[in-house]
């Protein structure tokens, strides 16, 4: 099984980028579509966006379209996500997950690994 660890996160200011990155061990990440998940303070983990097995598609949530954006490095075994135009509101707990290969995508159901969780916090 693979596991999953994230860095990159910590205090931008409003209109920001940050660059997560999500390294894998255990497994290549080409046998996973990989994930992207936010968990506000006192809110529910809620989904951002996903890149498929193959790396040729990738899925955003409204909110964060066009400012999000995932790629990954299958020679560094490594996922990214690319944050630009931060809001406060995007101010969370990030985490990488991934869904085996075959998983329905961009299905949020089949994410079976995660990642601990890196913190990015977004300053008015």
């Known amino acids: 099984q693979v596991q999953l660890v994230e860095s990159g996160g910590g205090l931008v200011q409003a209109g920001g980028s940050l660059r997560l990155s999500c390294a894998a061990s255990?497994?290549?990440?080409?046998?996973?579509?990989m994930g992207w998940f936010l968990q506000a303070p006192g809110k529910s983990r809620d989904f951002a966006g996903s890149?498929?097995?193959?790396?040729?598609?990738?899925y955003y949530v409204a909110d964060v379209k066009g400012r999000f954006a995932i790629s990954r490095d299958n020679a560094k075994n490594t996922v990214y996500l690319q944050m630009n135009s931060l809001k406060p509101e995007d101010t969370a707990v990030y985490y990488c997950?991934?869904?085996?290969?075959?998983?329905?995508?961009?299905?949020?159901?089949?994410?079976?690994?995660w990642g601990q969780g890196t913190q990015v916090t977004v300053s008015s």
């Open positions: 997950a991934a869904a085996p290969y075959g998983s329905p995508w961009p299905s949020t159901g089949s994410f079976d690994y």
């Open positions: 890149i498929s097995w193959g790396g040729d598609s990738t």
């Open positions: 255990g497994r290549s990440v080409i046998d996973y579509s």
